[in-house]
């Protein structure tokens, strides 16, 4: 059973000594690797490791072709503004040749599962000595992964698996008792950037997790082009998370007088505190037009924008 920090009984000051203690005393004089992916956790992780560390850890980003627009050179120079030196490994060609053909959810997060720890880390550790991979693991995955609602992409021991003999190297969670305003609360307090502890909630499984249907590079781009425009109207909204989303069906649709049977587009924005359940922010309609609009005349082949108006549960914040 995992002990919960809540925010009120979260001292940052306490928690930092404690972790990088943790993570020193674990690690030893070896090596230990880190999976950067830009995202509140994972950024908060890699400066717990920084701190605890130094030139002992390694810090890549897994460029998995899943990525936000520009995402993988953003966070690199972020953290070089941090002192924190930051490798961007290209695993497009693995990821990509992983999801081909699937189209279940669970199976879709199982592939992206085994080729980021067993394929792409598993290689990277098995090169660089390391015996440690850490991570940023919060109590929000385990509980869903636990509950079997979701495969959270980075969850383990819960389910009974043992990453050593599975991947064959151990992993270090130091953010496993908290949930994302604690973890925010801990980025603010090592030194991140606005930027980057107040983002928005990103899945690890990046944007496959919002493709109904086969992820390939066409739909990755489709969809990531409709996440730009999202992002861009709703930065200002306050809102907990937003997201676009691209649909499997098509439907018939028409472009300079011409049928065009086409794509639809999703756009999902949360009012939420925790992620655990989350309700549809009201955004104001003259917003949502914006968006359909931009998505339907910037991105080819998209005829249909809709705005999703259930709450969580029974819905769920991504789609996959
Ligand atoms: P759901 O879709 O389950 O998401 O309502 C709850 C929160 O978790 C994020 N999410 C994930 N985060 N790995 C993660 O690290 C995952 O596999 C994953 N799936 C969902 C989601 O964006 C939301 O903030």
Redesign the pocket.
């Known amino acids: 059973m995992i002990r919960e920090i809540t925010l009120q009984n979260l001292n940052t000051g306490d928690f930092i000594r404690e972790k990088t203690g943790e993570i020193r005393s674990a690690v030893g004089s070896g090596i230990a690797i880190n999976a950067l992916s830009g ?1 509140v ?1 994972s950024s908060v992780v890699t400066m717990l490791g920084h701190l605890a560390l130094g030139k002992q850890l390694r810090t890549v980003v897994i460029e998995n072709g899943l990525m936000r627009e520009g995402e993988a050179d953003r966070v690199k120079a972020l953290f070089s503004d941090l002192g924190v030196e930051v490798e961007v490994v290209d695993a497009r060609q693995e990821f990509f040749a992983a999801l081909k053909g699937i189209t279940d959810p669970e199976e879709k ?1 199982e592939a992206i599962t085994q080729t980021f720890y067993k394929d792409v880390f598993g290689k990277i550790v098995r090169e660089s000595n390391a015996k440690f991979l850490l991570q ?3 109590l ?2 385990i509980d ?1 992964t636990v509950a079997g ?6 969850v383990f021991e819960q389910l009974g698996i043992d990453p050593q003999s599975a991947f064959g190297y151990r992993i270090l969670e130091p953010l496993i008792q908290l949930r ?1 305003e604690g973890v925010r609360k801990v980025g603010e307090a090592v030194g991140l950037p606005l930027e980057l502890f107040a983002r928005i ?5 990046a944007l496959a ?1 919002r493709i109904i249907g086969e992820v390939t590079p066409d739909r990755i781009e489709t969809v990531r082009r409709a996440t730009v425009i999202v992002e861009k109207w709703l930065r200002e909204s306050r809102a ?2 937003y ?1 676009a989303i691209l649909h499997e069906d098509r439907v018939t649709g028409m472009r300079d007088g011409k049928r065009d049977f086409g794509q639809q587009i999703e756009i999902r924005c949360w009012d ?1 505190l925790d ?2 359940t ?1 309700s549809p922010t009201q955004l104001p309609f003259e917003i949502l037009l914006k968006m359909a609009e931009e998505i339907t005349t910037q991105i080819p082949g998209v005829v249909s924008v809709t705005y999703n108006i259930a709450s ?1 549960p029974p ?5 996959v």
């Open positions: 995202g956790d997060r940023g693991t919060i929000t995955d869903e609602i979701k495969r959270q992409h980075n994302k909630p990103f899945p690890g499984p997790a907990f998370q997201l939420s992620a655990r989350a969580k819905s769920t914040i991504e789609a």
